[in-house]
């Protein structure tokens, strides 16, 4: 069976309190990339799976840098995340990170493309 690479998105954190894209569909394993684009931000996942903003470890307050964090999405599921600053568990700044299984189209699956 082949193994599909791993593909690597981008998540944008707008100056007008918006997510870009808003929900996003990858498969088991890919990348996302969130970056501020102006504004007081931060990226923080509706079960603390991550929680960044300057970095994801020391300096996850929301910043109004230019900061870059990349999360690796190995879980299938769908996962909410907000800006702590313009957002919560329940409305504002969100945004929704739904992954799908890398098994799911079977053997000799290779190169698919998820539509953003």
């Known amino acids: 069976m082949g193994v599909a690479q791993a593909a690597t998105y981008v998540v944008t954190a707008n100056s007008d309190i ?17 970056e501020n684009a102006g504004g007081v931000h931060n990226v923080r996942a509706d079960n603390n799976s991550f929680w960044c903003a ?3 470890s ?11 964090d990349t999360i690796t999405f190995d879980a299938v599921g769908t996962f909410g995340y907000y800006c ?3 957002g919560d568990l329940t409305g504002g700044m969100r945004g929704t990170v ?4 890398d098994d799911i189209f ?6 698919f493309v998820v539509a953003q």
């Open 84 to 86: 702590e600053q313009h």
């Open 98 to 101: 739904v992954v799908i299984a």
């Open 18 to 34: 918006t997510f870009t894209p808003a929900t996003i569909t990858l498969v088991q394993h890919d990348q996302i990339v969130f």
């Open 54 to 56: 300057d970095d994801c």
């Open 58 to 68: 020391l300096h996850r307050s929301p910043s109004s840098k230019a900061w870059q």
């Open 106 to 111: 079977g053997d000799g699956f290779e190169g």
